[in-house]
């Protein structure tokens, strides 16, 4: 993909930057209470980006080490960067809201949205998935 494509974004301080380079594989929210506690946010939106179209410019993420994932923040300002799943170490997982522009991703669905805040009322059209995302069932949903 040529340079003007690349999608970059990076933390509220500005520690670190990132770039992507390709389309993500899928982009979600998420209502699951890891990444609520992770976010600080009701709920989450994801972008699955291949580890090979994903550099980091500036700077890298500490990350917490959980039960399947590897859960990164900057250690400097504590924004959300990115979590690396143990069973699919071909994907980076970003959260869509620290693109410099993020109205250029758009997501396609919903998941985990049987653990969704029960005062949050989506009107969007997105397909619900009460669990995981379709294609990636097999990822443990634990931590
Ligand atoms: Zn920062
Ligand atoms: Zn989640």
């Known amino acids: 993909m040529n340079n003007n494509k690349a999608l970059q974004g990076g933390c509220l301080c500005g520690s670190i930057r990132y770039r992507?380079?390709?389309?993500?594989?899928f982009v979600n929210h998420c209502h699951c209470q890891q990444c609520r506690r992770h976010s600080g946010a009701v709920f989450m939106t994801h972008m699955g980006i291949p580890v090979e179209d994903f550099s980091w410019l500036k700077g890298e993420p500490t990350y917490w080490h959980s039960k399947v994932m590897d859960r990164g923040f900057c250690a400097n300002c504590g924004s959300t960067i990115s979590a690396l799943y143990h069973d699919e170490p071909g994907i980076i997982v970003m959260p869509?809201?620290?693109l410099d522009d993020?109205?250029?991703?758009?997501?396609a669905y919903h998941i985990m949205t049987e653990y969704q805040i029960s005062w949050l009322n989506i009107v969007d059209e997105l397909p619900r998935h009460a669990r995981l995302s379709p294609g990636y069932e097999h990822l443990d949903e634990g931590l």
């Not at 992507?20 to 594989?25: R, W």
């Not at 993020?102 to 997501?107: E, H, S, V, Y």
């Open 20 to 25: 992507i380079e390709s389309k993500p594989l």
């Open 96 to 98: 869509l809201g620290t």
């Open 102 to 107: 993020a109205d250029k991703i758009k997501p």
